[in-house]
Every structure is written in structure tokens, then in C-alpha cells.
């Protein structure tokens, strides 16, 4: 009994170290350097295991995606936990996570543009950005409807306070010097004001 479990952990530990290594690679390298021999070398596994657990680099890829993606919505939760029961400071702390860390990362940035730069040339890629994305405007529509906005008012909004957080998001990431997470933070804040009224 011990034996299979500890193979099941060490296979998800295996599978882990893999999505963890196609992440650094993509954020490294790009699309271009996240080749199985550069994924495995850095997961410190023979190229061979890749198709133990995962049906190719796409499917690696995918993954790895989904991981990112799923790390992302768990601290946007955590912070919306951490505000307590105020409505608006719920949705100012869902917003304004994404200008602190873990998120507000330049690795982090890399890996989404990698992952952002085949959503375009890969269908599977780019159903699950919409699932991601899709999840992330579902939790900003919650927090909207905790707000008092109307369920028909709801949608676009989510759109709108995505592409705000990503806009800033992308700058602070890219240029740092050019504005302070707190000062985006501020803006956001302002414009949710406007976008509450």
C-alpha cells in the first residue's frame, strides 16, 4: 500500500517538475527554446519520460498553461479572501492583486506572452485562454453582482476591468520605472469608481 503511494507521488511530483520546467523555459526562452530536450534538461528527466505523462510538448504546453493559469485565479482568490465581507473591497483586492506578487512578476510576464503568442496559431491554446480568461471575467462578474451591478450591466464591465487590470498589469511588468504598483493600484481604483456610478 505505502509503495503505490509513494509512486503516485513521486509521478505527480515528476508531472509537476515538467509543467514547472516547460514555465521557466517559455519565460526564459519563448516558444522557441521550449523544446522537449531543453524542458527535460532542465527537469533533470531523460527527453523519453515527457511522453510518460503527457502526450507531447502541445500537450506539455497546455498544461503548463492551465498551471499558470490556475496559480493566477488562486491568488486573485486568496486576496478577495484576505478583504473580509466589504463588497468593494472585495473587488478592489481581486483588482489590485494583480500589481503585487506572485502575479505582478517579470518571469510570470514572459510565460503569458509565450503562452498569448499562440493563442492565435493554436486552437487548443486558444480555447483554453478562453476558459482561463473566461474564469477570471466570471470571478470579476461575482464581485460586480456583490456590488449592486445590474446581472445585464455585468458582462462588459468584466471585460472592461480585465482589460484594465491586464493594460497595467503588462506596463508595470515591462516598465517599472515608469509607475509604482501602488500608483496602479490608484488608477485602478479611480476607474472602478467610475465604472460603480
Request: net charge negative; aromatic share 8%; proline share 4%.
Amino acid at each position: 500500500m505505502s509503495r503505490a503511494t509513494f509512486t503516485r507521488e513521486e509521478a505527480d511530483t515528476r508531472r509537476q517538475d515538467l509543467i514547472d520546467a516547460c514555465a521557466k523555459r517559455l519565460a526564459e526562452e519563448g516558444v522557441a527554446g521550449a523544446t522537449v530536450r531543453a524542458i527535460c534538461a532542465e527537469a533533470g528527466v531523460s527527453p523519453g519520460l515527457l511522453r510518460h505523462y503527457f502526450d507531447g510538448i502541445d500537450d506539455l504546453v497546455a498544461a503548463t498553461y492551465r498551471a499558470v493559469g490556475e496559480r493566477v485565479a488562486a491568488a486573485l482568490d486568496a486576496a478577495v479572501m484576505t478583504a473580509g465581507e466589504d463588497a468593494r473591497a472585495r473587488l478592489s483586492a481581486y483588482v489590485i492583486a494583480s500589481f503585487q506578487p506572485p502575479i505582478a512578476d517579470p518571469a510570470l510576464l514572459a510565460t503569458w506572452i509565450a503562452f498569448w503568442s499562440l493563442v492565435k496559431a493554436d486552437p487548443r491554446i486558444a480555447a483554453l485562454h478562453g476558459d482561463i480568461y473566461g474564469g477570471y471575467r466570471a470571478g470579476i462578474e461575482t464581485l460586480l453582482g456583490e456590488n449592486g451591478v445590474p446581472v445585464a450591466e455585468r458582462r462588459l464591465k468584466a471585460v472592461a476591468i480585465t482589460a484594465l487590470v491586464d493594460g497595467l498589469w503588462l506596463e508595470l511588468c515591462l516598465a517599472p520605472q515608469a509607475f509604482t504598483a501602488d500608483e496602479a493600484a490608484g488608477m485602478a481604483e479611480r476607474w472602478l469608481d467610475t465604472l460603480l456610478t
